[in-house]
């Protein structure tokens, strides 16, 4: 079963950085695209980027772009994000999650997701 | 930029009836539009792509259907265990969801 394992959330002022870590396993990584959405305190889904399985692309919400940054290590089976310049609205859960396609192009369907790390950007 | 506007907010139904859940884009998405069910402290699981195809291991008593601008989620026999928030999705947007209570 296809698993998705994030980590590096925690309470970071506003202004500061912060990298996120989803480490993936029982799948071919190297196959897929990968996402990362993240949900507010109370509020719905919002995506927030996409890298391609290779790397080559990167693609990023308005309300990122800019300040984060996606990354993958395919070697390690891993997928990153670095937040810098963090608001007080970044405060939310965030997920990794596997694009649908096996072709590794991007679908942006999300048929597997992790239980998400929560991030507060508070003073 | 596609806006995606799920009706009604809230659906207070009973075990064994039927929900429909409504999802209407801003423009045409033609048949590229997915749902998804979340519940509290889980991970959001995909039940529908491409508007119609069930996603693997979703029971049948899932459906979905509509192209263009409007598309439905419909729940045959509600269970337990499908008490739950209902999102639409197309690519970058996510509708603002639809909570199925407990009546």
């Known amino acids: 079963q296809v698993q998705l394992v994030e980590s590096g959330g925690g309470v970071v002022q506003p202004g500061r950085s912060l990298r996120l870590s989803c480490a993936a396993s029982?799948?071919?990584?190297?196959?897929?695209?990968m996402h990362w959405v993240r949900q507010a305190p109370g509020k719905g889904l919002e995506w927030v980027a996409l890298i391609s399985y290779d790397g080559s692309k990167k693609y990023y919400a308005e309300s990122v772009k800019g300040r984060f940054s996606i990354f993958r290590d395919n070697s390690k089976k891993t997928l990153s994000l670095q937040m810098n310049s963090l608001r007080v609205e970044d405060t939310a859960v965030y997920y990794c999650?596997?694009?649908?396609?096996?072709?590794?192009?991007?679908?942006?369907?999300?048929?597997?997701w992790g239980q998400g790390t929560l991030v507060t950007v508070s003073s | 930029e596609i806006v995606l506007t799920q009706s009604p907010a809230t659906l207070s139904l009973s075990p064994g009836e039927r929900a429909t859940l409504s999802c209407r884009a801003s423009?045409?998405?033609?048949?590229?539009l997915a749902w998804y069910q979340h519940k509290p402290g889980q991970a959001p699981r995909l039940l529908i792509y491409?508007?119609?195809n069930r996603a693997t291991d979703i029971p049948a008593r899932f459906s979905g259907s509509g192209s263009g601008t409007d598309f439905t989620l419909t729940i045959s026999s509600l269970e337990t265990e499908d008490f739950a928030v209902y999102y639409c999705?197309?690519?970058?947007?996510f509708g603002g969801g639809t909570k199925v209570e407990i009546k």
């Open positions: 029982k799948f071919n990584f190297i196959g897929y695209a």
């Open positions: 491409d508007a119609s």
């Open positions: 999705q197309q690519r970058s947007n």
């Open positions: 423009q045409s998405v033609s048949s590229y």
């Open positions: 999650a596997r694009d649908f396609s096996n072709d590794g192009s991007g679908s942006f369907y999300f048929d597997y």
